[in-house]
């Protein structure tokens, strides 16, 4: 896969493509990411990649001409062009799969300043929101698009770790615990320690059902629930420890600590 991004400050991923998961997935060859100046491609004769506004307006607005012609020399028969704008869809973890899945390969164009000349819509494929604010540009942006993607591929994380994660299933992730088991009496629940993973697992699953609805009622609404779901979320009601996670505890006693 190879993703190519397209700004005015390049110096801004240099940090980004040396580090973590991102380095090592360049390194396995996995992705190839390059990132293009778009300074580059001006005809301005100041270099400028910026003007003001046609019939006035506040700050400054980039320049069709260089985004355009800098475009238009990155891209191949596979490529798709996605432009970081608040008018744009705005970005799941499901998009990130579909992304990832397209076999196409990804130009990131950033915005900077007051926005970009209209014209160059006329040349990006999809328009994608990171979320409903307002950032100095766009940089930011696709590096949290690339590193979802990326993340995604086959061998830069453990298969795992991917499939127990925030939003793979809709829901938010479980709650996670490391030793010591007892820290200033905030204690691990013992279920943990039961042995028994099929209840663990059910327990994982109320609890993320439990937090998703604190947090993220919205992703529940949208949810075609299972039985098992429905059944959880109504032992939550109740607030009581049921039979199933008794008993879980009860015969891995020998473990809880």
């Given at each position: 896969?190879?993703?190519?991004?397209?700004?005015?400050?390049?110096?801004?991923?240099?940090?980004?493509?040396?580090?973590?998961?991102?380095?090592?997935?360049?390194?396995?060859?996995?992705?190839?990411?390059?990132?293009?100046?778009i300074r580059d491609y001006?005809?301005?004769?100041?270099?400028?990649?910026?003007?003001?506004?046609?019939?006035?307006?506040?700050?400054?607005?980039?320049?069709?001409?260089?985004?355009?012609?800098?475009?238009n020399d990155v891209k191949?028969?596979?490529?798709?062009?996605?432009?970081?704008?608040?008018?744009?869809?705005?970005?799941?973890?499901?998009?990130?799969?579909?992304?990832?899945?397209?076999?196409?390969?990804?130009?990131?164009?950033?915005?900077?300043?007051?926005?970009?000349?209209?014209?160059?819509?006329?040349?990006?494929?999809?328009?994608?929101?990171?979320?409903?604010?307002?950032?100095?540009?766009?940089?930011?942006?696709?590096?949290?698009?690339?590193?979802?993607?990326?993340?995604?591929?086959?061998?830069?994380?453990?298969?795992?770790?991917i499939v127990e994660e925030?939003?793979?299933?809709?829901?938010?992730?479980?709650?996670?615990?490391?030793?010591?088991?007892?820290?200033?009496?905030?204690?691990?629940?013992?279920?943990?320690?039961?042995?028994?993973?099929?209840?663990?697992?059910?327990?994982?699953?109320?609890?993320?059902?439990?937090?998703?609805?604190?947090?993220?009622?919205?992703?529940?609404?949208?949810?075609?629930?299972?039985?098992?779901?429905?059944?959880?979320?109504?032992?939550?009601?109740?607030?009581?420890?049921?039979?199933?996670?008794?008993?879980?505890?009860?015969?891995?006693?020998?473990?809880?600590?």
């Amino acid at each position: 896969m190879k993703i190519t991004i397209l700004t005015l400050f390049p110096e801004m991923f240099d940090g980004f493509l040396t580090n973590s998961i991102i380095k090592r997935a360049i390194a396995k060859n996995l992705v190839e990411i390059s990132v293009v100046n778009i300074r580059d491609y001006t005809k301005d004769k100041y270099g400028r990649v910026d003007s003001a506004p046609v019939g006035g307006g506040a700050g400054l607005i980039m320049k069709c001409q260089p985004i355009i012609d800098c475009i238009n020399d990155v891209k191949d028969s596979n490529s798709k062009v996605i432009m970081l704008s608040p008018k744009g869809q705005q970005y799941d973890q499901k998009l990130a799969h579909k992304l990832q899945n397209s076999q196409q390969n990804l130009i990131l164009l950033c915005g900077h300043y007051e926005g970009i000349d209209e014209r160059v819509n006329k040349y990006v494929d999809e328009q994608i929101s990171i979320g409903d604010y307002i950032l100095t540009g766009g940089e930011i942006g696709a590096m949290a698009i690339a590193d979802s993607i990326i993340r995604l591929i086959d061998g830069a994380i453990s298969e795992d770790s991917i499939v127990e994660e925030s939003f793979e299933d809709g829901l938010l992730e479980y709650p996670q615990y490391t030793e010591p088991f007892d820290y200033n009496g905030d204690k691990i629940p013992d279920i943990l320690y039961s042995g028994n993973h099929t209840a663990i697992n059910k327990w994982r699953k109320k609890q993320a059902l439990k937090i998703t609805k604190e947090l993220r009622p919205e992703l529940l609404e949208k949810r075609n629930l299972s039985k098992e779901e429905i059944k959880l979320l109504k032992e939550l009601e109740t607030n009581e420890t049921p039979k199933w996670e008794t008993d879980a505890i009860e015969k891995g006693h020998k473990f809880i600590k």
